[in-house]
């Protein structure tokens, strides 16, 4: 009886001791350790005069930047607040093919989360080189039937 005792614990030694002794790495069984969630986050996004989303815009806000996926959303993975200059490069950006976007940099003041507003692109394709361009930023527009528009989420 006392020998099963005895072996019990030495089994469960050994099994820890070999377990301490495993290096994890960088990761895991599972899959790779992920990265850290940021600490803070702002979302923008940016649409073309038909309301679509532009893929591949580049955004700066101050020292932040952000490009846009598919959906013209991005997020900014930093706290961007108060009074900011935010320019939107456009130039190599598309949310259709054959798009000649263009870029400009509009003052908002970020109260909140999230840009207060939707940041719309012109497309440029109809413009000759030395004709007048439309003011940068584009006029406010009105929102189809049926879109969501407002605040970006």
Request: with cysteine; net charge neutral; aromatic share 4%.
């Amino acid at each position: 009886m006392a020998s099963t005792a005895f072996r019990a614990p030495a089994a469960l030694l050994a099994f820890a001791a070999a377990f301490a002794a495993c290096d994890p790495g960088p990761g895991s069984e599972l899959g790779p350790a992920s990265p850290e969630l940021p600490a803070a986050s702002c979302k923008a996004v940016v649409l073309d005069d038909q309301g679509r989303g532009v893929a591949g815009a580049a955004i700066t806000a101050g020292d932040a930047r952000a490009v846009t996926g598919r959906s013209g959303r991005a997020d900014f993975e930093a706290a961007v607040r108060g009074a900011q200059l935010v320019r939107v490069d456009a130039a190599s950006a598309a949310a259709t093919d054959g798009d000649r976007l263009a870029s400009f940099t509009v003052a908002l003041d970020v109260v909140d989360q999230d840009l207060p507003q939707v940041l719309d692109v012109p497309d440029r394709a109809g413009w000759a080189p030395g004709a007048p361009r439309p003011p940068h930023p584009p006029p406010p527009r009105a929102a189809p039937q049926g879109a969501r528009r407002g605040r970006p989420r």
